[in-house]
């Protein structure tokens, strides 16, 4: 479980750059009704704008959600990313990012006035997140995963407060978030399998020294990551292959 969290902890930190445009993001119109597409500076390739979902988003299958997440990040599109996750797993990403808010404050940064301002627009000023975190992950506690997770459930508008984040973050973020970003451009999933409402696979990157799990469960109709996955039934070498999914 210690992988997932960290998985985790890395998606906060692309999604707290999310919605941020980077200066250099110098884009092509396309001859087909000036769609903005991707242009290529240096070799790089330059992603689209983000476009906000206009319904609900749903995932057909753990490889959709997979693929949809790959596509947000590129994009910075932190609408879908928060709705490619489990509820729990949001609230604890969205309480990530509320804890690096907060550490402006404590460490009295140059936006210390901003992040305090965004912490009582959002109801957070009065709570302690580095505290919680270090009582929960004191001997017999909950684990800090659980003090961020309960932090960010009381976040009622999550993408707002993840919007105007990001743009308050991005300096002291970049390089961090760069090294993150290029994380699921990098991986890909295999060897999933699908046990009625929950699915686990692998995450293969040729730049991580070992394979790493990744656990899915349908949520409203909709398949999303968790980091909290139930046991599966069969065991794994053990799956049939009507149950593989590509």
């Known amino acids: 479980m210690a992988s997932l969290f960290k998985f985790s902890l890395i998606v906060a930190a692309t999604l707290a750059l ?9 884009r092509a119109k396309s001859e087909n009704g000036g769609e903005e597409v991707a242009s290529e500076v240096k070799g790089e390739r330059k992603p689209r704008k983000p476009t906000i979902p206009s319904g609900p988003i749903v995932n057909a299958s753990p490889q959709e ?4 997440m790959i596509a947000a990040t590129e ?9 490619c996750f489990a509820t729990e797993d949001r609230n604890r990403n969205v309480g990530m990012v509320a804890f690096q808010v907060e550490r402006l404050v404590f460490f009295q940064t140059d936006q210390k006035d901003q992040a305090l301002a965004l912490l009582t627009k959002y109801h957070l000023e009065k709570t302690d997140i580095m505290g919680m975190m270090q009582i929960f992950d004191s001997p017999g506690g909950q684990g800090a995963a659980k003090a961020v997770e309960i932090v960010g459930s009381q976040v009622k508008d ?3 407060f993840m919007q105007e984040a990001a743009d308050l973050l ?5 390089d961090e978030s760069e090294v993150a970003a290029k994380q699921p451009q990098t991986t890909k999933l295999a060897d999933v399998k699908v046990e009625g ?6 995450l293969k990157n040729k730049e991580l020294d070992r394979d790493e799990p990744i656990y899915f469960v349908k949520e409203n109709g909709s398949w999303v990551v968790t980091a909290n996955p139930p ?8 799956v049939s292959e009507d149950k593989l999914v590509d």
């Open 18 to 26: 999310a919605g941020c445009s980077s200066s250099n993001d110098d």
């Open 65 to 68: 959600c997979f693929e949809r």
């Open 75 to 83: 994009v910075k599109d932190v609408v879908t990313l928060l709705a």
């Open 158 to 160: 999550q993408t707002a």
């Open 170 to 174: 991005n300096p002291d973020l970049k």
């Open 197 to 202: 409402d929950f699915a686990e696979g692998t």
């Open 231 to 238: 046991e599966m039934e069969t065991p794994p070498g053990k």
